[in-house]
């Protein structure tokens, strides 16, 4: 048996019910499920800082905006890759990370042969470490598309191109998404010609449900990579992915899977 393999099983074993909840009591064991307060391999090959988690509290000055937004802590580089490499001519379009962060689902966008690759993002500490990152890989990887960043409201973001990936990990409540969508209803009635909207963990996925303007397109739950297991705060995440109407291209099988949401604020497909 491989070591991944092997690694995969006892995350599984400690990720199981009812051993998890117990482990979590323990002072010095539950230091085992913090896995965003550990620096990640992806950021560790690549010499950037996209690790840790920042409580909401500290990614705005305001307290208004900041109970409106969710804590800082990255994504998972293999969950985001397979959800950019399902998208068809990414050529066409334009890349925008809505409440970027330290950026990355950025690094791993600048992988494909997007037009452009932007991140918005409303806290410029997060934003600084962003642009860093960015530096970092434009030196590493000439030829990449260049990795932008702006500091402002994500929610009122306007499209970079006339095809624009829109990508979200959870940034927002729900009234700030529905603003979000809102504006995007608006760019696809002027200037936007279509878009994809890929929701990592969709917690407020209704509100794209409930919008005449987009269809599901896929819904996945993809499991972390082996070497990203203990660096996140699950074994797998939810991904579903809309795209504008009129469609473009034909919908997955799975796109009409439900999304669950737990007390804790992660989503399931059932």
């Known amino acids: 048996m491989s070591v991944q393999i092997l690694r995969r099983k006892l995350y599984e074993t400690l990720w199981a019910a009812p051993l998890?909840?117990?482990?979590?009591?323990?002072?010095?064991?539950?230091?085992?499920?913090?896995?965003w307060?550990?620096?990640?391999?992806?950021?560790?090959a690549l010499g950037i800082d996209a690790s840790g988690f920042v409580p909401a509290a500290e990614c705005a000055a305001d307290s208004v905006p900041a109970a409106k937004i969710n804590a800082y802590g990255g994504s998972q580089p293999s969950i985001v890759r397979a959800a950019?490499?399902?998208?068809?001519?990414?050529?066409r379009y334009a890349f925008v990370d809505i409440g970027c962060g330290k950026g990355r689902p950025l690094v791993v966008a600048s992988e494909f042969a997007f037009q452009r690759v932007v991140g918005v993002e409303l806290a410029p500490r997060l934003a600084q470490s962003a642009r860093a990152n960015a530096a970092t890989i434009a030196a590493r990887y000439p030829g990449r598309t260049p990795i932008e960043v702006q500091v402002g409201d994500a929610t009122a973001v306007s499209p970079p191109a006339d095809r624009v990936v829109y990508f979200l990990y959870n940034s927002f409540s729900q009234p700030l998404v529905k603003a979000l969508v809102?504006?995007?209803?608006?760019?696809?009635?002027?200037?936007?010609?279509?878009?994809?909207?890929?929701?990592?963990?969709?917690?407020?996925?209704?509100?794209?449900?409930?919008?005449?303007?987009?269809a599901r397109w896929s819904a996945k739950t993809i499991r972390y990579a082996a070497d990203e297991l203990g660096y996140g705060p699950d074994l797998e995440d939810t991904l579903v992915i809309w795209q504008s109407v009129p469609e473009r291209y034909p919908p997955h099988a799975d796109a009409a899977r439900r999304i669950a949401v737990s007390p804790s604020q992660w989503s399931s497909l059932v």
């Open 84 to 91: 950019l490499a399902s998208l068809p001519e990414p050529q």
């Open 37 to 44: 307060g550990r620096v990640h391999p992806f950021d560790l």
């Open 182 to 214: 809102e504006n995007i209803e608006r760019q696809l009635q002027n200037q936007l010609q279509h878009a994809f909207f890929v929701c990592y963990n969709p917690v407020h996925g209704d509100v794209m449900d409930q919008s005449p303007h987009f």
């Open 20 to 35: 998890k909840p117990l482990l979590e009591r323990v002072p010095l064991i539950r230091r085992i499920y913090n896995g």
